[in-house]
Every structure is written in structure tokens, then in C-alpha cells.
């Protein structure tokens, strides 16, 4: 029986020591939309209160308001809280150096609490406890390479969820689709020579990638800085289209809002870009996508842009 919604579960991760059950399920394509699929939201109060500013600010507020809606209230929608990751687990996606010198900076425990999340929300979706995910974050993932961050990633939390379904014996495909639009050259340098892992990676012309390579499944999709929603949502089809070919087990959503007309980054989105988007991975992905908060600081923004997409999953 679903748990209900007013149940807040703690989720014991346990780092890469992790057994995962036997039921794996590949994603179903189809129509139908995700209604009904079983939702998990991850949250920690932490996110907000020592995440990396400014991101950090939109955390809580957009957390809120997802609540206020009564997505979080729905029968089929589960908020889990995650725990860090544990360093044996990092020590496999990243240097001992650059561990080091993310636990100098300051922003080490909400790192790989945010890392937690995602690998909590893999594993829950592979292992069938879940149909899909969205992850708040107090710190990004996608610059962070194997000894680097910079831009608000500190730990690549999507390839350290990898790595640990990969440790627990996951052996199916992965998909990645990046629609943040800030060049995803973290994840590229630690996935962008596994052909078992489809890195899609929208940007906007950033002179970081272009390491483009089909044998490696690396798709880039180079946007004008002032691509609108027809655009977007055009080759979002095209990469999601993609992305079924490629059948994979799980996809990852790097869900960076910074593409709103009026927030940081590139591109000029409007509300309705997000779930339209949703929408477009949903039709694909009826189940198995874990959506992972990236970019964008305008709080109003993530309010909009967030609750778009969950209304639809839930
Ligand atoms: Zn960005």
C-alpha cells in the first residue's frame, strides 16, 4: 500500500555498501503521461540554510510553495530526506584531492547531502520503490569534474547516483538530459567516454564543451543565447527522442530554471516551458526519470518552473 503523503520518510542511505533489490525495470515507453506514478520529492531543511548562495534562497520558498499547492498532499507523492553520501562512495567519481578541497570550502556536508538525495532517488526508482523523482539541491552538480568545481558544483551528484547503481549491480543503460544551459563540463569529463551512459547536454554556446562524439554517446545541443519556448521545446523532443532510442534504465533530468527569460542564465523561457517539457520526457517516460535541481536563483521563477513539472509527474 502507498504511504501517505503526510508521512515524511528518512531514507538510511548508507553510502556504496548499498544491496540493491532484484526488480530493475527498464523505462516504459508509451503514452499516458506520468499521473498516478509514484512521486518522490527529496528535501532537506538544511538545503536552504547552508546551500550555496544564491542558490540556497530559492530552496525553501519553492519548497513551500510546491506545498502550498497540495502537490505534496497527493496520495501517490512521497517526500524523502536524504543523508550524505559517504566519502568511499565519492572517492569513485571524484579525486581524493578534490574531496579535500571541497570539504575546505565550506560547502562539503550540504554537497553530499544534495549528492544523498539523488542517489537515494536513483536507487528508489531502479529499485522500483518509486516511479520518478524530483531532487532539491543546496548545491549543483554538472561543473564538477572528477578534481574540479566551480559555479555553485561542489560534488557531481547525477554521476555519483551512477556510480553507486553501477556498484549495487545495475548494468542497464543511463540517459542523461541537461537542459540547464550552462555547459555541463563536469559531468562530460567524468561520463564522456562511457558509451553505457547518453550525456544530452544543452547549452548556449559556451566555448567549456563542444566535445562532441557519437560513439561515446555525448549529444550537444548549442541554443541561441535568446531561444525561446519553440525552440526549446523542439529539440527537447528531438533529445528525448533520442534519449528513448537509447532505451535506458533510468533517466536524469539536470533541471536548471537559470533558461527563464528572466533569470541568470541564457535562453528566454517562459513559465510554460518547464512542464511543456515535462510533458515531452513524460509521453517518452511514462516512469524511471529523476529530475535534479540545477541552476536558477529567482525565486518566483523556481515557484513557477518547479511546481510546472511536479504538477505534471504527480
Ligand atoms: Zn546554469
Redesign the pocket.
Known amino acids: 500500500m502507498r504511504k501517505s503523503q503526510a508521512e515524511r520518510v528518512h531514507n538510511p542511505f548508507v553510502g556504496f555498501s548499498f544491496q540493491m533489490t532484484q526488480t530493475t525495470k527498464k523505462c516504459d515507453s508509451g503514452v499516458g503521461g506520468a499521473a498516478k506514478s509514484k512521486l518522490i520529492v527529496v528535501y532537506h531543511r538544511d538545503f536552504a540554510s547552508h546551500g550555496y548562495p544564491p542558490l540556497k534562497d530559492r530552496v525553501e520558498p519553492c519548497f513551500n510553495h510546491i506545498k502550498e499547492t497540495g502537490i505534496l498532499s497527493r496520495e501517490n507523492v512521497q517526500i524523502v530526506e536524504p543523508q550524505p553520501v559517504l566519502d568511499e562512495l565519492l572517492y569513485l567519481v571524484h579525486t581524493k584531492r578534490h574531496v579535500a578541497d571541497v570539504k575546505a570550502s565550506g560547502y562539503f556536508e550540504v554537497a553530499a547531502r544534495s549528492a544523498g538525495g539523488v542517489v537515494t532517488a536513483a536507487q528508489m526508482i531502479v529499485g522500483g520503490a518509486a516511479d520518478n523523482a524530483f531532487c532539491f539541491v543546496g548545491a549543483a552538480g554538472h561543473h564538477a569534474s572528477r578534481e574540479g568545481y566551480w559555479g555553485f558544483c561542489f560534488l557531481n551528484d547525477i554521476c555519483i547516483a551512477i556510480k553507486h547503481l553501477r556498484t549495487g549491480g545495475f548494468s542497464e543503460k543511463v540517459a542523461i538530459i541537461d537542459i540547464?544551459?550552462?555547459y555541463g563540463d563536469g559531468t562530460r569529463d567524468i561520463i564522456g567516454e562511457d558509451p553505457s551512459i547518453l550525456h544530452i547536454n544543452f547549452h548556449s554556446g559556451s566555448p567549456r564543451g563542444e566535445r562532441h562524439s557519437d560513439e561515446m554517446n555525448n549529444l550537444d545541443i548549442c541554443l541561441p543565447f535568446d531561444a525561446t519556448d519553440e525552440v526549446f521545446i523542439s529539440y527537447a523532443r528531438m533529445a528525448v527522442d533520442e534519449a528513448h532510442k537509447f532505451s535506458p534504465g533510468i533517466v536524469f533530468v539536470v533541471f536548471?530554471y537559470?533558461s527563464h527569460e528572466s533569470d541568470y542564465?541564457a535562453f528566454r523561457l517562459s513559465d510554460e516551458a518547464y512542464p511543456r517539457f515535462a510533458q515531452a520526457v513524460g509521453l517518452r517516460f511514462p516512469r524511471g526519470v529523476c529530475y535534479v535541481l540545477?541552476?536558477g536563483s529567482g525565486v518566483e521563477n523556481g515557484k513557477r518552473a518547479i511546481a510546472g513539472v511536479l504538477s505534471y509527474l504527480s
Open positions: 540547464d544551459p550552462h536548471g537559470d542564465g540545477s541552476g
